[in-house]
């Protein structure tokens, strides 16, 4: 059995036919009815696009002192910037601090006992987050012990 003229498998190639001539697009034909009673509007006139009295001009007023003086920003760039002066130690416990770590599973551990129903277990975790926590920890952990009751 012979194979079609355009063979499109994965292992042959497509064979597309030249176009002829006489498949140019058609002619596109726009139908706009009857153009006689289409309304007309009048242009505006010269006069009225002429700009307003006084030239029309925009004025700006910036306000830029031209007197040679350097303006503030140009002085306070070139003064020198102390930096010995700033303290970066926030006191805090950072996250992968090891003790933060415990305190933080402290709290977890009293969540669970609270949602089994161990006040007590609960009570007693929440009491060394009070001890050993950083601020944040303590008010999580005044907050369960309030709602604990």
């Known amino acids: 059995m012979p194979r079609p003229k355009n063979d499109f498998t994965a292992e042959g190639t497509l064979i597309m036919d030249k176009p002829s001539r006489s498949a140019e697009a058609p002619a596109l034909d726009f139908n706009l009815g009857d153009t006689t009673t289409l309304k007309t509007e009048t242009l505006p006139t010269a006069a009225a696009s002429a700009p307003p009295a006084g030239g029309g001009s925009i ?25 010995g002066a700033i303290n970066l ?14 305190v933080a599973t ?14 007590d277990g609960a009570r007693e975790l929440l009491n060394e987050v009070l001890k050993e926590g950083d601020a944040a920890q303590q008010g999580q952990a005044n907050q369960m012990l309030s709602k604990l009751g």
């Not at 402290?106 to 609270?114: F, G, N, R, S, T």
Request: aromatic letters at 6%; zero cysteines.
């Open 59 to 83: 004025d700006f007023d910036l306000n830029i002192d031209i007197s040679g003086q350097r303006p503030i920003a140009a002085q306070a760039a070139q003064a020198p910037v102390d930096l």
């Open 89 to 102: 130690d926030l006191g805090a416990p950072t996250p992968s601090d090891p003790k933060w770590q415990e």
């Open 106 to 119: 402290k709290l977890d551990l009293a969540k669970a006992y609270e949602e089994m129903g161990d006040k």
